[in-house]
C-alpha cells in the first residue's frame, strides 16, 4: 500500500529532484561566468526524467539516484579566455528552471492534497 | 539536495567578486603613489577565477559524471609587469635626477571598468541566492 502511495508521488518528487540538481548547475555557470577556461554544463530535463522514471525502484538502496548525463553548451559568443558561459542565456535558464520547480512542486502538493482528502473523507 | 548548495555556490562568487572589487580599491587608491628614485612604485593588482568544487566530498567525487557543485574562488592576485608612468616634475620631492617622478602604471579607465563588472557579477550572485531562498522556503509549504 505505501508502496502504491510512494509510486504515486514519484514522477513529481523525481522531477524536483532533477530541478533542483539543474539548478545547482546553472548556478554553477552564472558565478563561473568570468572564470578562465570554464564551460558551461546542462543537462537534458526530458531524458534525464525518463531515465530516472523508467527505472523499478531499488528496494536496497532507495536513496540512491542516478546522475544526469551532463553535456557542455555550445556558446554562441565565446570569449578569448576560453569561458563559454552566456550570461543572459544561463540567467533565463536559471529562472525558468525555477519556475518549473514551483510548478512540480504545486503539482506535488496538490496531489498529496488529494491523497490527505481521500484519507480524511 | 541540492538547493542547498546553491549558497556556497553564490557564496563563494560573492567572495571572489569582493576580493576583486578589493584589489580594484587598492589599485584606484594608489594611482598617484608616487614612489622616491629607487624605491619600488605600487605596480597594479588583478585577480585571478578558477572554478572549484565547494565541498570536499565533491571533489573527491569528481571522476563521476554526476552534476558537480562549482564555485569559484580566486587561485591568485598578480601584479601588473607594465613600466610605471614616469611623469616630469622637478619641484616633487620624490623626482629623481632627470626631474621624473614614477607613479604606479594603474589604468583608471580598466579599473573602472573591472569595478563595474565585479559589481554586476556579484549582483546577479546575490539574485540567485535570493531565487534559491525562495524555493527553498516554498519547499518547506509543501503538504501544508
Known sequence: ?121 | MSLFKIFSIAGSGMAAQSQRLNTVASNLANVDSAAGPDSKVYSARQVVFQSAAVDASDSRASGGNGARALGVRVAAVTTSSAPPRRVHDPRHPMADKEGYVSLPNVSVVDEMVNMIAASRAYQNNVEVMNTAKTMLAKTLTLGS
Open chain 1, 1 to 121: 500500500m505505501i508502496d502504491k502511495l510512494s509510486e504515486h508521488l514519484r514522477f513529481n518528487s523525481e522531477a524536483l529532484r532533477l530541478r533542483s540538481t539543474r539548478q545547482q548547475l546553472l548556478a554553477s555557470n552564472v558565478v563561473n561566468a568570468e572564470t578562465p577556461r570554464y564551460q558551461a554544463q546542462d543537462f537534458d530535463f526530458a531524458r534525464a526524467l525518463n531515465e530516472a522514471t523508467a527505472r523499478p525502484v531499488s528496494n536496497s538502496n532507495p536513496g540512491r539516484h542516478l546522475a544526469p548525463a551532463l553535456y557542455e553548451r555550445v556558446s554562441y559568443q565565446p570569449s578569448l579566455d576560453g569561458n563559454s558561459v552566456d550570461l543572459d542565456a544561463e540567467r533565463a535558464h536559471f529562472a525558468d528552471n525555477a519556475l518549473r520547480y514551483e510548478a512540480a512542486l504545486r503539482i506535488l502538493n496538490m496531489q498529496l492534497k488529494t491523497l490527505l482528502s481521500a484519507i480524511q473523507g
